[in-house]
């Protein structure tokens, strides 16, 4: 299985990267990890004015990116880590890889963390990771762990009104209380978090990881022209406004 850690904190980068991956003619198994700058990245199918308070996130130079896979909406920072695996179609199973993220996490000490029906991590009483699919010729599993994000900066960003209108049917975000792996376990970090989804997955897999550059990829026009997607307003915020 491929591994590729992005450098670049660009929203619109990151989840180019991501559909890329998936679309490729030549399906290659692959984990891909990366942070995002401040940014609200919603789910296809939904309103972004239902989901964020667009006027506050523009103030705050907080990002909105429509992602291609479904789910609700999750905020993003250098505090948050993700994760995407994309893989062959006919593999199609979303408890084996948000299973990898579970064990990284109990690994480093949240014992009592567990996935809920939803392909969500919880501890206690609150969401420490989400996780989102999209599934074509290949299958995308992606999921973001909370481990040191600002949760202030979440609960604002994600202050969406509930009344706004909607040029289509739109799927909204369900609300449930969250919280940081790092308030749970202090020795937890986000080097601690990438490392151990990386042992689980060449454990759990039991597969060879080849680290690839992506910045190969970056050059290529298929991805320029992705890239360019995610920066437009066309496809973040008028698809269901």
């Given at each position: 299985m491929q591994i590729l850690r992005s450098t670049s904190h660009s929203p619109a980068y990151n989840s180019a990267l991501e559909e890329f991956l998936y679309r490729r003619s030549t399906i290659e198994p692959s984990l891909l990890l990366y942070r995002n700058s401040s940014s609200v990245l919603i789910g296809r199918n939904q309103n972004v004015r239902r989901e964020a308070?667009?006027?506050w996130c523009e103030k705050h130079d907080v990002s909105i990116v429509r992602r291609i896979s479904g789910g609700g909406a999750v905020y993003h920072d250098l505090g948050n880590l993700n994760y995407a695996f994309v893989v062959?179609?006919?593999?199609?199973?979303?408890?084996?890889?948000?299973?990898?993220?579970?064990?990284?996490?109990?690994?480093?000490?949240?014992?009592n963390a567990r996935v809920n029906e939803h392909h969500s991590i919880w501890c206690g009483e609150g969401k420490v990771?989400?996780?989102?699919?999209?599934?074509?010729?290949?299958?995308?599993?992606?999921?973001?762990?909370?481990v040191e994000t600002d949760l202030e900066m979440l609960s604002s960003a994600l202050n969406g009104d509930p009344t706004a209108?909607?040029?289509?049917?739109?799927?909204?975000?369900?609300?449930?209380?969250?919280?940081?792996?790092?308030?749970?376990?202090?020795?937890?970090?986000?080097?601690?978090?990438?490392?151990?989804?990386?042992?689980?997955?060449?454990s759990q897999l039991g597969c060879e990881l080849v680290s690839i550059d992506c910045e190969a990829f970056a050059e290529t026009e298929e991805f320029k022209v992705l890239k360019n997607k995610y920066s437009s307003r066309a496809w973040n915020m008028e698809k269901h406004c």
């Open positions: 308070d667009v006027e062959e179609r006919s593999g199609y199973t979303p408890d084996k890889y948000v299973g990898i993220a579970l064990e990284a996490l109990r690994s480093l000490g949240l014992k990771s989400g996780s989102a699919f999209a599934l074509g010729k290949s299958a995308l599993v992606h999921g973001c762990i909370l209108e909607s040029a289509g049917a739109a799927i909204d975000s369900v609300r449930v209380p969250v919280v940081n792996a790092s308030s749970l376990v202090a020795s937890i970090g986000i080097d601690s978090v990438q490392n151990a989804i990386i042992y689980q997955t060449a």
